[in-house]
């Protein structure tokens, strides 16, 4: 008949890379009875290494803070993403990390990696457009900064600075915003399209002065051909003879 007893082994039997497992694995949530079970050893053993390494539930040191198993430092508990699924509740690698190493794992599996999201978000497809709404209505600072830099390469102080030069109005009729913000111009010859490389942006303006300016499709040779028809009406009447 097998006998189902553990090895247990004494903290003089742990290296220094058990220890240092042991130490990792409790400070990111294993309850030490997990921990005898996984290292073949009793509770007591569990908390003599803790004790002997200064760590333990009442230290004060790992209150309110997680090891990263990435760069290895201890962070604050908003420096993590929650999952459910994990012991703690919380990611075992920080913010920083996990998203490294997701920019690192889409970079080599960008196919995989595109059918996966194409998948999820039609599968998700209202519940991202609310979530969508929502997060543009609770952070617009973030959203316009966002946006700014995506089209246009400036931040939202470079708008601002920008928009201070203009005294707070629209470059070319002296209006303020009817919106929050003024629309951002910039050259078409230089950057065709909706985005710029932030070299060719002119100023800012209010939506009519910029939707005229794409009526005319930047010429300026029409936008005078507008003014002299302006200033030099022609007598509608003359032409008809009446």
Excluded at 136 to 152: I, S
Aim: a positive charge; hydrophobic letters at 30%; aromatic letters at 8%.
């Amino acid at each position: 008949m097998g006998s189902s007893y553990k090895l247990r082994m004494p903290p003089s039997k742990f290296n220094e890379e058990d220890i240092k497992k042991i130490i990792d694995d409790y400070i990111v949530g294993y309850r030490t009875n997990d921990l005898a079970n996984r290292y073949g050893c009793t509770r007591g053993t569990i908390r003599r290494v803790l004790r002997k390494a200064n760590i333990d539930k009442h230290n004060p040191y790992i209150k309110g803070v997680q090891l990263c198993l990435g760069c290895r430092e201890l962070k604050p508990l908003e420096d993590f993403y929650i999952e459910k699924d994990s012991n703690t509740g919380l990611s075992t690698q920080c913010k920083l990390c996990k998203n490294t190493a997701t920019k690192i794992w889409i970079t080599n599996n960008k196919e995989k990696f595109n059918i996966t999201h194409k998948r999820f978000v039609n599968k998700h497809k209202e519940r991202l457009k609310a979530e969508r709404k929502i997060y543009r209505k609770n952070n617009p600072d973030k959203v316009r900064n966002h946006d700014l830099k995506t089209f246009f390469s400036i931040t939202i102080d470079d708008y601002y600075k920008i928009l201070k030069y203009q005294n707070g109005v629209c470059i070319i009729c002296k209006e303020p915003p009817s919106k929050k913000f003024l629309s951002v111009d910039h050259d078409h010859s230089c950057c065709s399209g909706t985005k710029s490389c932030g070299k060719c942006i002119r100023g800012l303006l209010c939506m009519r002065c910029n939707s005229g300016l794409g009526m005319f499709k930047d010429n300026s040779s029409l936008l005078k051909e507008a003014i002299y028809y302006l200033e030099h009406k022609i007598e509608v009447k003359d032409v008809l003879g009446s």
